[in-house]
């Protein structure tokens, strides 16, 4: 009798195959295989399972498909308790899950998530459990940095004490926000603000001097991925007037941005303290501007009597020479002290504009109709301290181009060039008159205004130079004190 069993040896290879695709599943896997009897006997597991268990308690774990054979446990007895409690469970018909957070042998840390589950008989019964496990520990330990790091960010997101901290978004309205900005919210703005509430509608209504619009731009520009920083003044019929200042970032997600996250604190406190050092500062302007104005007008009343006091030396060419030029040394620190109050920084005399006044009004002293005066100035700032003795050096020498460089009316320029070289300052007073005189030495004939400049120049720790040549070049040179 002959039969076809082709189709079951058929069969039986694709079974086989099966099988031993299974086997190696079973075996080449990261995760952990095992299953138990009632006994909690292993009757199988794979290398994973027994590389985890070695790697926990030193000990590789051995089959026991012996009913008689009682198993060896292979970790200490607590262990096995808390895996009775759980086997039990499985055994009673119910898949369980749970973690496991162990030290290994050398003390690192060893995180396992475990499944339990029942093999049922065919009459429902269960005669064993099938248990598969693998590593979490990474992502335990990440889940709880994470955790940790949130733990972290809501303790300051609520108890910044003086900080509103608060999300919104794209049509600004709040996601998110911390017990501060609730607080904050129900003083500034009327009344109580809070998730899912319209921000932008608050901020038209309460933002002072109508310039809501300007503040709903920066946020705009916020939700088009631009940081924000700005002060903004709210207003309100019960706490009045309120100063914020804002910081705005934007939150991206998928390189969109999805939210804008919003810090602000009350800067009213800083607001009012600046209005009262401005007041206290224009205060003190005001007195300084006062004090010059006073020092120009006493210098001006010196001058006059030494204008007054020229009527009465019986015509004495020598003395009244020597009045006048003491006049025009107070008329020139006069100058001076105008310039400040003039000025709206009282600390320092802009040179080169001093230099324009002070030539015009000695050129109009002298009455020289025939001389020109020619100016090539840079800006420079000069302390008072430095400007005074400038200042008198400048009235010498112009005033000695004008006396003696151009005798009987003539013809002639005296040109004035300011330079700043680094921290140095380079000052030119030079004429094309009749120049000085053959062997002209500064220390030897030099008058008295000549002899003013050198002394000037040394309390400046500068120097003076005279040049010969066609007509009388003085150059002064000095550092500049910052």
Known sequence: ILRD???VEEAKEQVQQHVAKLNALYESSD???WTVDRRIALTSFNRGYADMIERLYGKRPELNRDPE?????????HYHDFWRTKYETAFSGTPVRFETDLADKNGDRVCNEIFLSPVFNGDGSVDEVFGVGHEITEQRSAQEAVRAQGARLKAIFENAAN?????MDGDLRITQCNDHFVRTAMDAFDGPVGVGDLF????SAQVAGGRSKSVLTRFAKALRGEAQQFEVEFTNAFSGTLWMEMFLNPIVQEERVAEISCLAYDISDKKDAQRKLLENLYE???LLKEVHHRVKNNLQIISSILSLQSDHVNDDPRVLEMLKDSEGRIRSMSFIHESLYQNKYFSSVDLAEYIRGLSQNLLMSYGHGNVRLEHDLEPVDLGLDQAIPCGLALNELITNALKHAFPEGRKGTVKLVLRRKDDTVHLRVEDDGVGMPVGFDLVRDANLGLELVSTLMEQLDGAFTVEH???ARYLLTFGLIQ
């Open 200 to 203: 932008g509608d608050v901020l």
């Open 469 to 471: 040549g066609n007509g």
């Open 69 to 77: 054979r009682p198993r060896k446990l292979f970790a200490p007895q």
């Open 163 to 167: 900080m509103m901290i608060w999300t």
């Open 5 to 7: 069993i082709s189709s």
């Open 284 to 286: 003190k302007e005001v």
């Open 31 to 33: 995760h952990l295989f």
